[in-house]
Every structure is written in structure tokens, then in C-alpha cells.
């Protein structure tokens, strides 16, 4: 029941019916918080999906929160720590959001768009460093 209800969320998802796929992630995860009979994979998906919604709203603190659930659930799901590690680089949280992209890359060494997320994150953090100390 819950597969098919999260591959109709992710099918919503992708057309960007964005109220609809919330909606949907949000039921999947009330009924596998309340009944235990779901994946942890499927539910760690939802949550990371309804994330993505509220990144894109710019909802940045929503969107870490179901992030962070969806890492909780699956501690070895990737994309969760590179969907959080964004918003903490864009909210220039740097040490953070480099601890979140070396996470993903310990899990998943060719996650390409990771490892430049790190790079930038670097860099960007150094640029900010100097920028307070005045160099």
C-alpha cells in the first residue's frame, strides 16, 4: 500500500504538483510513524522528498528538519546528507555543510555533484574567513 502511494507522491513530485506530492509524502509518513510496517527506505524517501518541497518553497529550516528524519531513518541513504549540506551552504553554515558532503561521499565516493558541493563549500568558507578578518 504505502509503495504504491509513494510512487504516486513521486510521480506528483515530478510533474511539480508540489501541494499534491506533500500531501501524499506527509500520509505515508503518518502511517508508517503509526504502524511500523514500512521500509525504512520508503520512509526515509518520503521524508527526504517532502524536503525537497519545502527547499524548493525555501522553506530551508522545514526542509533540514525532514532531511534530518530522513538521515535518522536511513543513516545510509546519501542524498538526505547532500540535500541538507545545501541548505546549510546556502545558508553559510559552511563547517556543516562540509561535514554533510564528506558524509556523502563516505557513503557514496562518486557522488559527483558532492564533490563539488565541497569544493565550493571550501572555498566559500575560506572567502568568508578572510572577508571577517579584514585580509
Known amino acids: 500500500m504505502e509503495r504504491s502511494l509513494l510512487q504516486t507522491a513521486n510521480a506528483e513530485l515530478e510533474k511539480h504538483h ?12 503518518d ?15 518520503a ?4 524536503g525537497q518541497i519545502k527547499y524548493f518553497r525555501v522553506d530551508f529550516y522545514e526542509a533540514m528538519d525532514d532531511y534530518t528524519e530522513a538521515i535518522r531513518v536511513s ?3 546519501d542524498v538526505p546528507y547532500y540535500n541538507r549540506g545545501l541548505v546549510l ?4 553554515f559552511f ?5 554533510d558532503f564528506q558524509k556523502v561521499l ?11 558541493s565541497l569544493q565550493q563549500s571550501i572555498l566559500d568558507k ?10
Open 89 to 92: 551552504y546556502r545558508l553559510a
Open 31 to 45: 502511517r508508517c510513524t503509526q504502524k511500523s510496517k514500512c521500509s525504512s527506505e520508503d520512509l526515509a524517501t
Open 95 to 99: 563547517d556543516e555543510a562540509i561535514k
Open 47 to 50: 521524508y527526504n522528498n517532502r
Open 126 to 135: 575560506e572567502e568568508k574567513r578572510k572577508r571577517l578578518s579584514g585580509i
Open 106 to 116: 563516505e557513503l557514496n565516493p562518486q557522488f559527483e555533484d558532492a564533490k563539488i
Open 75 to 77: 543513516p545510509n541513504f
Open 18 to 29: 508540489l501541494d499534491v506530492a506533500e500531501d501524499l509524502y506527509g500520509k505515508i509518513i
